[in-house]
């Protein structure tokens, strides 16, 4: 047992008690970060004259050579530390002598692990960030791609009206596009340095806050230094937009499921993406997507818990604060594996048109536009949504669509219908005239097409 403290204590900590406190089997995770903040605390303490050159340059080179021999394997970081901040002090102090003590003057391990936190959190936002570009990218070549791709668009999981796949998939466009702006609004506001608040109350040691922000490529450093060593809104507010990330990708996934079922055969999930069963040799199943759906809910519960955590704590640091590492840890390594595997599997599938369009036309998809023809040939709307509602039924008699109707059939319901009919309950007819800016026509999506083309230059 190793550790930082035990100068006022008369008995050792007992051995439940010491691996109950300790984090190290966590927060070994940000050891780099530990490290980095490290060295910008020394080269800032021999800039006020804390340290002189020589013993910066000793506490530098010890530190870079633990952080060498721990990326190399020939250093491993074990549980005999209490945490990672420990491992480091003491393996320095073990490797360069008793100028190793000196690396901690006029910091606290709260000053420290909330640089660490935030550290190893922007790391991960931007990593993450750069995932979501990644299938906005995707999006965006098959919004390209699927213009004229005819497809039913559903309310209440009902055939509704038709669109077109570049439209649905122009849905999930947005959705992303927003997810990275909220990602990149939170880097905004959470990139201050709280390095230097000590454990509370600052330090009386003249210490260069400015200049160890500026190392450690902040925007400058944290105002309070209470509100330092005890803010994880920055944790919260990151783990609610990947918890809206996943809610995207979860929904994304139930219909690439629903899509890819027996029932829909609107695609095909490639076999890279597909797993079978142990009994049933026709089965492919959509397990990748099902498993992403399924993984939204522990990304949900790691911004539940921090959200329980925090909230009875009063200032400053309290030791609660240890929980906010181990879920959070876990959401990134999930949102970041989840937007990798969705992208693949999306880029792969295999996308079945006709069946598409012909769902469109089986599915009374043009029943509004049938109304919308009476309309423009001056029938009150509400007539004309009577008359067609007669319609539908007729068809639904006979097993047929809209488009299978004789002139005769139509006119014996409504003399207004003429040949010209055909044509404009056509669904190809029925997408392209949505032109509006936001609908599925073809003239509105190349539009919407270009603005997103223009996004994805700028970011
Ligand atoms: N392992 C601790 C944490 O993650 C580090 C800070 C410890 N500070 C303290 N005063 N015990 O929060």
Redesign the pocket.
């Known amino acids: 047992m190793a550790q930082l403290w035990g100068g006022r204590f008369t008995k050792e900590t007992d051995k439940l008690v010491y691996n109950f406190n300790a ?1 190290i089997n966590f ?1 070994k995770k940000f050891y780099k970060q530990d490290m980095e903040g490290s060295i910008a605390h020394v080269k800032m303490l021999a800039s006020v004259g804390i340290l002189t050159e020589e013993e910066r340059d000793q506490i530098i080179t010890g530190i870079e050579g633990i952080l060498r021999d721990v990326e190399n394997g020939s250093l491993i970081i074990t549980e005999e530390y209490e ?1 990672i901040h420990s491992f480091v002090e003491a393996v320095l102090t073990e490797r360069i002598g008793d100028v190793g003590k000196k690396l901690h003057t006029g910091r606290s ?2 000053d420290q ?1 909330a640089l660490d936190m935030k550290l190893y959190t922007r790391q991960e936002l931007l990593s993450i960030r750069e995932l979501v570009l990644e299938l906005i990218k995707t999006c965006q070549t098959l919004m390209e791609e699927n213009i004229h791709t005819v497809m039913p668009g559903f309310t209440h999981l009902q055939k509704a009206q038709p669109l077109t796949l570049s439209h649905h998939v122009g849905a999930y466009m947005e959705m992303f596009k927003r997810d990275y702006s909220r990602l990149s609004d939170i880097y905004d506001r959470m990139n201050y340095c709280p390095l230097g608040s000590g454990a509370l109350a600052g330090t009386t040691y003249p210490l260069d806050r400015e200049m160890t922000a500026e190392l450690l490529d902040f925007y400058g450093p944290t105002l309070n230094s209470m509100d330092s060593v005890s803010d994880r809104d920055y944790v919260i507010e990151l783990l609610s937009a990947l918890s809206t990330i996943m809610m995207h990708l979860s929904r994304f996934c139930e219909e690439i499921i629903l899509w890819n079922s027996n029932e829909y055969r609107f695609i095909e999930i490639d076999d890279a993406y597909s797993t079978g069963s142990s009994i049933m040799p026709q089965k492919k199943n959509p397990d990748i997507a099902e498993l992403i759906r399924g993984k939204t809910g522990r990304v949900y519960a790691a911004l539940t818990s921090i959200l329980t955590t925090m909230k009875g704590i009063p200032l400053a ?1 309290n ?1 609660d ?2 929980e906010d ?1 181990e879920l959070t840890f876990d959401a990134y390594d999930t949102v970041k594996g989840c937007l990798a595997l969705f992208n693949g599997m999306l880029k792969t599938i295999t996308f079945h048109k006709d069946i598409m369009e012909q769902s469109a036309k089986h599915g009374f998809t043009n029943a509004t536009d049938a109304a919308d023809y009476l309309v423009n040939h001056g029938v009150p709307f509400r007539d004309a949504h009577g008359i067609v509602g007669r319609l539908v039924l007729y068809c639904i008699d006979k097993g047929i669509a809209l488009d299978d109707m004789s002139l005769e059939e139509y006119k014996a319901i409504s003399p207004v219908f003429e040949n010209d009919i055909y044509e404009a309950i056509d669904v190809h007819t029925c997408v392209d005239k949505r032109n509006t800016i936001g609908a599925p026509g073809p003239k509105a999506m190349e539009q919407v097409i270009a603005i997103n083309k223009k996004w994805i230059e700028e970011h």
């Open positions: 984090s927060d945490d391990r709260n692990v640091y030791k604060m240890q590492k």
